[in-house]
Structures are given as C-alpha cells and as structure tokens.
C-alpha cells in the first residue's frame, strides 16, 4: 500500500462502473448553515443500526436534562440513547421511524422545556470508551457502532469520507468549510485509538478551498502523517469500499470488512462527534442536515437535534406543502420515502429532500428486462444485477445468495440506467430482508432440534437408569440375607430421624 505521503492524482486507482451525476448542492451551501431551533416535542427512535434495538431506562413522566443516557443497547452492537435537550418523557411507545421503510420501532417522546439544560457528563479516560459512552456511530448512512472498529488490532490506516457523491446532499462538505479544527481534533484522536500509522482525508475534487484549509490547519499544528487527497467524483465514490480502491487499490473481500485489510473508515460527521464530546462532554445528539429540493424555497443546512421531527425541519426551510409530492430521507438515489413529516430525524439522518410531481412522476411501468448489460457496466460492486433480478423474480433466494447478493450496497446505478424502467434495488432489497428472515427462522428451527435431541437423550438416560436399577433390584433378590440387611439399614434410618425430630430444642 502507498503511503499517505505519496498519494497524488497519478497514484490513484479506479473502480468499476458508476455515474457521473448532476449535483444540486450549490443552492444549499450557498445559504449556510443555520442553527435549528428547539422543537415542542422530540421523537428520538431506539432502533440502531438496522435492528438492534436499545432498552429505554426512563418512564413516562420522568424528567430527563439534555445528555442524560436514556436507554442503553442490548447487544454489543448496539450504541447508547441520549436525551437531545430537556424536558419530560411524555410517551413511550411503537412509531414510525427515520429508517429504511419507516420501519416501526420503540420510540421515547420528548416534550421539551425549551431550557435546553444540560447534564452533568462522566468523564471517561479511554478513547473507546469515549465513542461508547457518546453513543456515536457512523454519521455516513450505515450507522455501524463506531467502538467496534477500534476493538480490534493490526490497524495501520484511517481513511477519513468526505467524498460526499450523491446528488442534493451537502451536509459534509458544510461540516468541513466550518468545523476545520475539530476534524483534525476528530482525527488524531481516531488515529490514537486505532494506533494507526497514517490517516488519508479524502474529499472529492469538486469541492471549494477545503483542502488548502485543512492543508493549513495540518502545516500550523505540524500533525504528522496526514494527508488530504482529492479523489475523482464519480457516484458512488463515496462508498467505502470504492473509496479503499480508489485510495488504495486494494479490494475488500466479498463478505469480509475494511477491518479484514487493516483499514478503518470513518465520516467526516463521526470525527467531529468524537472531537466534541472529547474536547466539550457533549455526546452525540446533534448533527448537520441537509433539507433540499425543488419544493424548498430556501434549501441549506441545519445543525439540529436528533429527533427532531422532519415537519419542524421543512417550515424553517420555507417548505411548500401543495407542492410536494414525495418525502425522502437521504438522497434521490440511495433515499427512502417517508410516509409523514411527524418522524424524528435520527443519528444517520443526513438530508431531507422534499421533490415535486415533476421530480417523482412515473414514466411508466416496468417492462421486461431485454438483458442490455447497462446494469453490469454501471454496478461498482461487479455483481451481475439482470441475473440476481432473475432469480429473485423466481423465487431462487438462495441462487441471488451465491451470486453475492449481499455484496449490493444498493446504490441504485443499476435502476438509473435500466432502459425498462425495472426498480432493480426494491428487489435486492425484499430479497435480502426475506434471507435473513429465512436465515432466522433455520436458526430457530435448529436450535428447537438440537434441544429436542438433547430431551431425547435425558430420556434415553433415565430409561437406560432404570432398567440398570431393575437389574440390581432383581440381583438382589436372589441374595435374602443382602435384602435383609439393606431393609434394616432403612427402617434403623427411618427410626434415627423420628428421634431426631422428637428430642426437645
């Protein structure tokens, strides 16, 4: 591998397929960023990570102050809810959420005080540690616990994402023009607790001055190997496996982690967190968002508190309700649509792209794929997209399985390009989910064997015990003084414990 220190234009690698896209961020980072105000009430959602869920430690009508832990996971890969200001818990119960198909999960309901009055912070003295107790995870999308990467060892480079590809979404490359510092904060400190040799920042060439600044900021404090690079900005660049070929021209392995080549990735969003709550005790319950769209009159960015509800969110940005036809959290390709403006944005919340009839009209329904090979060229993955289409249309999950259907990061390249108009991601999407129910359901059903196998045996054993007992009964009988003897050896028992319990205390 290169190291940071030498990588330039000329040593960069390239990855297959991708698009070059038209990027509508102009309109937001031009207005800056704004500060959101405090919502009446706040919806903070305990589902991490695409199921792993955290138990609430609070009940309705208790009082909770701004960073006070409110609930805490149930597995290691889960991460810790803060309470994102002050208020009371005025509900606890199953809502729709800011996730991948709004899916339901247990939501706290915050009715704010508008104080805004903090907590006080327990120090903590490791840099792992601190990730935990902030509850951060990774601010890129995937929302992946962000203690668990640095759990491991033989980490020798961070790579730091702010190749932010897709189209509308701005909200990086506004953290990095006003939050310089407290990136390179971010980063020694990832670089510590990794105990990495050298840590690459990658943004994408499009962006402004960003570079010369951080550039300056690394010459003035003469923090040693760090590099800024510019990378080609193709979507989905910003994909972290694309991202390591492009760096590095190294490949993660199907179904493996950038763990597996000794390399962490982190948002620029995760390295800020870290900074704070480091440098400020303010764990994550804050992050940039972008809300944009051509049914915004005022597109920009807001800092604001995790849960906020999106509704709060769009009156501030001069939303116009007749004209909006569709809600999405995230960006027009990798996005979800939201059924309501009532759902709190959460941690991973990276825009709110509110789009018109002209931007979301159907131009028709899909037709029968004529197997043109667009899909193949465009797919960053190397996958074949037609023939996973083809037998998740026909049932053969376990076909789409070998043909590395997990190793689809959906980017949606594949259905922008299909001339029969076929939404090629909404498929891999069933077909995963339904996988891993699949996969549940032989887990359940394996473990119900293995214990009915195992009741099979006690049986097994109590009648092989009984049938050795009958044995020694009737081998006894053969012997009258032996059963003499074993007869008054009870009843001389029998006797010793009524006198036993007969003598006075």
């Not at 040593?11 to 102009?26: A, P, Q």
């Not at 810790?80 to 198909?101: C, D, L, M, Q």
């Not at 492009?246 to 597996?260: A, K, Q």
Request: aromatic share 4%; net charge positive; hydrophobic share 35%.
């Amino acid at each position: 591998m290169l190291k940071a220190t030498e990588i330039t234009p000329a040593h960069l690698y390239s990855f297959k397929g991708g698009l070059k896209l038209k990027h509508h961020k102009r309109d937001s980072l031009d207005n800056g960023l704004s500060q959101s105000s405090i919502p009446d009430k706040l919806y903070l959602s305990l589902r991490i990570n695409r199921g792993n869920i955290a138990n609430p430690i609070v009940a309705v009508g208790d009082n909770v102050l701004k960073g006070q832990v409110i609930a805490k996971p149930d597995t290691t890969n889960g991460s810790y809810i803060h309470a994102s200001s002050s208020g009371k818990v005025t509900a606890i119960g199953i809502r729709e959420t800011a996730s991948p198909n709004a899916d339901y999960a247990t939501v706290i309901e915050i009715t704010t005080d508008k104080k805004d009055q903090w907590c006080t912070i327990a120090k903590t003295h490791s840099i792992t540690e601190a990730i935990k107790s902030a509850g951060i995870v990774g601010m890129g999308g995937a929302g992946f616990p962000t203690h668990l990467k640095y759990q491991g060892n033989n980490i020798h480079t961070l790579i730091i994402n702010g190749a932010e590809c897709e189209p509308y979404i701005s909200c990086d490359e506004q953290l990095m023009l006003d939050y310089p510092n407290d990136l390179i904060d971010g980063i020694t400190l990832m670089m510590k607790a990794a105990d990495a040799e050298q840590a690459i920042f990658a943004l994408e060439d499009q962006v402004g001055g960003i570079k010369s600044q951080i550039d300056k900021i690394i010459a003035k404090r003469k923090i040693e190997h760090i590099v800024v690079v510019k990378v080609p900005t193709i979507y989905p660049a910003g994909g972290e496996k694309q991202l390591i070929k492009v760096l590095t021209g190294l490949e993660v392995p199907s179904g493996g982690l950038p763990l597996d080549l000794g390399i962490i990735v982190q948002n620029v969003g995760t390295a800020k967190a870290l900074a704070d709550y480091c440098k400020h005790g303010r764990p994550l319950l804050e992050r940039i968002i972008t809300v944009a769209g051509d049914a915004i009159g005022k597109p920009q960015n807001f800092s604001a508190l995790t849960g906020t509800p999106i509704s709060h969110l769009l009156q501030q940005a001069e939303f116009d309700k007749d004209k909006t036809e569709r809600l999405v959290i995230g960006g027009p390709m990798m996005g979800y649509a939201m059924p309501n403006c009532d759902i709190g944005i959460d941690k991973t919340s990276n825009c709110i792209l509110a789009l018109s009839h002209e931007n979301t009209q159907h131009h028709g329904d899909s037709l029968p794929c004529i197997r043109c090979g667009k899909c193949v060229e465009v797919c960053p993955s190397q996958l074949l997209p037609q023939q996973l289409h083809w037998y998740i249309k026909g049932e053969n999950l376990e076909k789409a399985r070998e043909h590395h259907l997990f190793d689809c990061i959906e980017c949606g390249a594949c259905a922008w390009v299909c001339p029969s108009q076929i939404k090629l991601v909404d498929y891999y999407r069933y077909a995963k989910s339904e996988i891993n129910y699949l996969d549940y359901k032989r887990t359940k059903s394996d473990a119900a064997q293995i214990r009915h196998e195992q009741r099979e045996g006690r049986l097994l054993k109590i009648k092989q015990e009984r049938i050795a007992k009958r044995k020694r009964t009737k081998h006894r009988s053969k012997n009258p003084d032996k059963m003499k003897q074993d007869l008054q050896a009870t009843l001389d028992r029998v006797k010793k414990a009524k006198e036993q319990k007969n003598e006075p205390k």
